[in-house]
């Protein structure tokens, strides 16, 4: 079983940068997939980036490609996910979700979830 806790949301202008951070608990976390999700108010939550374990390969969603970095940290038990270049259209709640199988951008595929980070990008 594994505990996820997301941090590092805030209120940001456009063209800032933010860096979240999820904490996981467990001996295993390195062998786990880890991935981010968003939900913007009124709308679906949406894939943002995933990180495979072992391998360290990355995906991500059109949108963020090549704004926003995800990676991991096994020793610290901890995946970032960096942000640069913000638009107001990145303002949703960010979502951490762990799975030791899958590697998707399907968030029903994701067994384990934190409780989710706010952030908001001012124009």
């Known amino acids: 079983q594994v505990q996820l806790v997301e941090s590092g949301g805030g209120l940001v202008q456009t063209g800032d940068s933010l860096r979240l951070s999820c904490a996981a608990s467990?001996?295993?976390?390195?062998?786990?997939?880890m991935a981010w999700f968003r939900q913007a108010p009124g709308k679906e939550r949406d894939f943002v980036a995933a990180?495979?374990?072992?391998?360290?390969?990355?995906y991500y969603a059109d949108s963020v490609k090549g704004r926003f970095t995800i990676s991991r940290d096994n020793a610290k038990n901890t995946v970032y996910l960096e942000m640069n270049s913000l638009k107001p259209e990145d303002t949703a709640v960010y979502y951490c979700a762990a799975d030791p199988t899958t590697y998707s951008y399907i968030d029903s595929e994701y067994d384990y979830w934190g409780q989710g980070t706010q952030v908001t990008v001012s124009s």
């Open positions: 467990g001996r295993t976390f390195s062998r786990y997939n």
């Open positions: 990180i495979k374990w072992g391998s360290g390969r990355t």
